[in-house]
């Protein structure tokens, strides 16, 4: 799925109280390109991914996903095209702690298919949790809890993939697992992966690299040759 | 100039402005209540006495026997400061064209009498140059709309006789205008009071003289002198001896002066109960969220101590704003009650008074209480590590199957939403045990309201239809045979008639006297079904009395035990015991004519006849009929009283509505207040949920099935404890005169689960709007929402 957004204007408050957080930003995304999105704290890596993944509105310009105008979308249809699109992984996990890492998976898995219970085994499998599904996370190291996360956000196979400093709450060694197995995954399945992070060390594993300062796209590039994420250091 | 942490206070009150409204709600409505209750109850109860000091209530009265003989010995002592000798007697009256079994009491038509003084409300204090005149009782005087100069007429004799209303009257003996205690409820209809002069109730009755009643120095009971008269009277011959508080008004006030004094701890304990779990579930979840905030107020210098105050202080605010101004209401609200009520029954003396220990009572209540609620929460805020506190980490619970998975395993196969709602109920127990006390508190409310109701209506149903099968009681001008009785049959619309006569006899066992009425009923009669102790109908037997199952306590008795019954003329007779039977009025012993005639060595007189009416008859008709008739004196409708009663019951539905409205508001604040915290704690899941692609309506509906489950949980107990709940309430009221034996109908059980459920959906709204709401991209990023 391609992301293109236009001349995209955020704002928060009014008059002289008034914070731009993103400054006419233009971006294509396509299908299957890992993007890194860097930038100091303030700087609107999260709003643009918030953006993107239709929780929050523009204040100007537009964001088109597949040729979809997303401001276009009414309460109802924007919820249909996160449950159908996209997939959030979060820094804090946000998992719910009543349910097993398969369940919060599950619940995630149920609102696109029949099959659910058994798409969540896999995608348990699929990060490396098959022994651990029926923990609740609080039995569950960080690292197994981000994992349980991206397989929450993995399970109904989404187009695009919006992670918010997924290592961010992670030792450097469970960091690099996590980012080797969202790399890994997002390139079996072509999603189209925005991850906003502080490390710009991470921008190395990226295909492209975005760099974002007062709500301004300042720096853009491209990276012809992205490393393993094992290879990273920091 | 308030201090930061004051300000901090106030501030946080105003973010969670709903909540402590919800709060303070139904911490005002405790206290009200409390005061409204408790203050009516010291009005009433020093009107009555007021009443009772200033009219010369009698100590003691005492029926039948020699009265004179006790009158001269009592002269000689102390204790008693006046005693008057008067004629009392029940006799048809003639009022327009309803006959009535009325009652005279004789007074001095010089002056007040000594002891039982009346206050005349309208018109004069009776006249010597008017031999006629009679003061009219105020109830009869306002049901039969008598007026200064009307007329009317009563039965001397075999003859109707003229009087004419000189004045209306209350009297302290009958601000609750009873018969007896055997016939404590009475239609307006059937029982109506006249004061005629002490020459004129002579010449009313054979029986002049009848009664004495006694004052005691200042009016205070005095146990030994009333022992010492009574065992005298009976001595004597009396027929009924009875105390101030045993006197029937009396004894009726008394009940519901109970009743208002048992509201006045009941009701105010619930609500302050629930205020005070609501106020707790609040101030915890308010400090768990602001545990960072208590570590760097620690951190930086705060004591423990001023810590828990601040925190103390979410409670004290409520209590002050919801128990003073509740206090203040609640004791005008007395004020009002106490007003109507001494108005409605004509008390003669209102005293409507300021109590200081109601307004500081009331207020240290609704303190108390909401201090305890926040005590607990102050003292974990107290505690708080700052290190700890200030890494914003709160403590994560640990997940695990619910009690219901474990319990019925194949729940544990329903959709993961659903578990997820199922888990949502043991996630924090505390909580879900509060809200389903505050469901079972307003069930126990409801039902102790209604179910009074339903008690009534039964009752009612079982001693006026099912108990007493007869439609009236007629009186004759003079005792007729079998025959005449008989006779009435001819009038169309007479299905049956039988004799009967009901005598005033003192029961005796070998330890205790009790006085009530003998009615002596045909063999086999059919207008009287009795009910047996266990429940089943039983005939009248050929031997023995049935008596109410109150006397086996009262008298200490067993069945085939003998009984002293001592009848008015010097009449002393044992019979044994053969049943005894469980009715909703009074206490009567029943005994069959042939035994009473077989007793009596001779034939019986009827003096008055019950009758049934033939199912298509016309009630009216046959009332103008029977009364038409010259040998019928007055005539009693049996169902009088079960109709104005029926009248009632859309009144007693309406408190169940105040009380169902109330229940409703108590729910409605810890339910909301539960809700809101369990959605405040939740905005990560929630908003985690919303971002993946869950639409609002489902989750509401996730919501909504954890709130209900919680609820559901409530009803069932909430439904026995206010069963047993009413049980009890009905329980304080039972006694010799009325037997409150609870009844419940099933579908108040199910009306009331269903209003309970209905107050759920309704207090969860907010909390609903809330999600509504949310912001996801804030609260996702929080690291601690």
Redesign the interface.
């Known amino acids: 799925m391609t992301i293109k957004m236009t001349e995209v204007w955020k704002t928060f408050g009014e008059g002289h109280t008034a914070v731009h957080a993103l400054r006419d930003v233009d971006l294509v995304s396509p299908q299957g390109e890992f993007t890194v999105i860097l930038g100091p704290s303030g700087s609107g890596k999260t709003t643009l991914l918030n953006l993107v993944g239709a929780i929050d509105d523009t204040t100007g310009g537009s964001i088109e996903v597949n040729g979809v105008d997303l401001e276009a979308l009414d309460v109802d249809e924007r919820v249909k095209y996160r449950r159908e699109n996209v997939g959030f992984i979060f820094q804090f996990f946000n998992l719910i702690p009543t349910l097993t890492a398969a369940e919060n998976v599950e619940l995630v898995a149920d609102l696109t298919m029949h099959d659910g219970a058994d798409r969540a085994a896999e995608v348990l499998e699929q990060v490396g949790l098959g022994d651990r599904g029926h923990h609740f996370p609080a039995q569950l190291s960080g690292g197994e809890q981000q994992r349980v996360a991206i397989a929450r956000a993995l399970v109904k196979q989404p187009p695009i993939l919006l992670c918010d400093e997924p290592t961010g709450e992670l030792d450097f060694e469970t960091g690099r697992m996590i980012l080797s197995l969202l790399r890994r995954v997002s390139r079996e399945q072509g999603q189209t992966v925005l991850l906003v992070t502080h490390n710009a060390a991470i921008g190395e594993i990226a295909d492209r690299v975005l760099r974002l300062r007062s709500g301004e796209i300042v720096d853009d590039r491209r990276n012809e040759s992205p490393i393993d994420a094992g290879a990273l250091t920091w | 100039m308030v201090k930061p942490l004051h300000r901090k206070l106030f501030r946080d009150i105003g973010r969670h402005k709903a909540q402590f409204i919800a709060v303070t709600i139904t911490m005002f409505l405790g206290v009200t209540i409390f005061g409204a209750t408790y203050d009516s109850f010291q009005n009433l109860q020093a009107s009555y006495g007021s009443t009772a000091t200033e009219y010369h209530f009698a100590n003691l009265t005492v029926s039948g026997g020699d009265v004179d003989t006790l009158v001269a010995e009592a002269a000689g002592t102390d204790a008693v400061e006046s005693v008057e000798v008067r004629t009392v007697a029940d006799i048809p009256f003639r009022v327009g064209d309803v006959k009535l079994l009325g009652r005279i009491v004789g007074v001095p038509a010089t002056g007040q009498p000594e002891v039982n003084q009346l206050k005349v409300i309208e018109g004069n204090y009776l006249d010597p140059e008017t031999p006629d005149g009679v003061l009219v009782e105020q109830h009869m005087a306002d049901h039969f709309d008598l007026a200064i100069g009307d007329s009317f007429e009563v039965l001397a004799g075999t003859d109707w006789m003229q009087v004419t209303v000189q004045g209306v009257a209350s009297s302290p003996e009958y601000i609750w205008p009873a018969r007896d205690r055997q016939d404590i409820l009475t239609s307006p209809d059937n029982f109506g009071v006249i004061f005629p002069s002490a020459e004129l109730a002579a010449t009313l009755t054979t029986d002049p003289d009848n009664e004495a009643v006694f004052y005691y120095v200042d009016g205070e009971p005095d146990e030994e002198t009333t022992a010492l008269l009574s065992g005298r009277a009976r001595d004597l011959g009396a027929t009924n001896v009875y105390t101030r508080a045993e006197q029937p008004s009396n004894a009726g006030l008394s009940e519901d002066l109970k009743g208002f004094e048992e509201m006045a701890v009941f009701f105010p304990i619930m609500f302050l109960l629930a205020a005070s779990m609501a106020a707790y579930v609040m101030i915890s979840r308010m400090v768990h969220s602001q545990r960072p905030h208590i570590g760097v107020l620690v951190a930086n210098g705060f004591t423990r101590g001023q810590v828990l105050r601040h925190y103390l202080g979410y409670g004290l605010v409520p209590g002050l704003v919801g128990s003073i101004p509740g206090a203040i209401a609640g004791i005008l609200l007395a004020r009002v009650i106490t007003r109507l009520y001494t108005q409605m029954l004509s008390v003669p003396v209102t005293l409507v008074q300021f109590y200081p220990t109601t307004l500081f009572g009331a207020i240290a209540f609704g303190l108390v209480a909401s201090l305890l609620a926040a005590l607990a929460p102050a003292l974990v805020a107290s505690r708080v590590q700052p290190a700890e506190a200030m890494r914003g980490e709160t403590p994560?619970?640990?997940?695990?199957q619910s009690i219901f998975e474990r319990l019925i395993p194949p729940l544990r196969r329903i959709?993961?939403?659903w578990?997820?709602a199922l888990?949502?109920v043991g996630?924090n127990p505390r909580r879900t045990a509060y809200t389903i006390v505050g469901v079972v508190l307003s069930l126990m409310l409801v039902l102790v309201s209604w179910g009074m109701i339903d008690t009534i209506d039964h009752l009612m149903t079982r001693q006026f239809v099912e108990i007493q099968r007869e439609d009236a009681t007629v009186y004759f001008t003079q005792p007729v045979s079998r025959a005449d009785v008989v006779a009435l049959e001819d009038i169309a619309g007479v299905a049956k008639a039988e004799p009967a006569l009901t005598l005033p006899v003192s029961l005796s066992s070998t330890t205790d006297h009790y006085e009530t009425a003998l009615l002596v009923l045909a063999d086999g009669t059919e207008m009287h079904r009795f009910a047996s102790t266990n429940g089943d109908w039983i005939e009248l037997p050929d031997r023995g009395l049935v008596v109410g199952k109150a006397i086996e306590s009262l008298l200490d008795v067993e069945i085939g035990d003998d009984l002293e019954v001592k009848a008015p003329g010097g009449i002393t007779l044992r019979e044994p015991i053969a049943a005894f039977v469980d009715e909703p009025l009074g206490t009567m012993a029943y005994v069959s004519r042939d035994r009473a005639e077989t007793l009596a060595g001779t034939e019986l007189p009827a003096t008055s006849a019950l009758v049934a009416y033939t199912d298509d008859a016309d009630a009216a008709q046959l009332r103008n009929a029977l009364t038409d008739r010259p040998e019928i004196a007055a005539f009693e409708d049996a169902k009088a009283l079960y109709s104005v009663m029926q009248d009632y019951m859309v009144l007693f539905y309406v408190f169940v509505g105040v009380m169902l409205a109330f229940g409703a508001a108590m729910a409605f604040a810890l339910i909301f207040n539960a809700m809101s915290v369990n959605i405040a704690e939740r905005n990560?899941?929630v908003?985690?949920?919303?971002?993946?692609?869950?639409?609002?309506r489902r989750i509401s509906r996730y919501i909504t099935a954890e709130n209900l489950l919680v609820v559901l949980m409530g009803i069932p107990l909430g439904l026995v404890a206010g069963y047993y709940a009413s049980q009890a309430a009905m329980k304080s009221y039972t006694s010799d005169l009325m037997a409150f034996d609870l009844y419940v109908r099933p579908t108040t059980f199910l009306w009331a689960a269903v209003a309970m459920v209905a107050v759920a959906l309704v207090s969860q709204w907010p909390g609903l709007r809330a999600v509504r709401r949310l912001s996801?991209?804030k609260i996702?990023?929080?690291?601690s929402a």
């Open positions: 994560s619970g640990g997940g695990r959709p993961v939403s578990r997820m888990r949502g996630r990560r899941e908003a985690t949920l919303l971002a993946v692609g869950t639409d609002r996801i991209p996702v990023k929080e690291r």
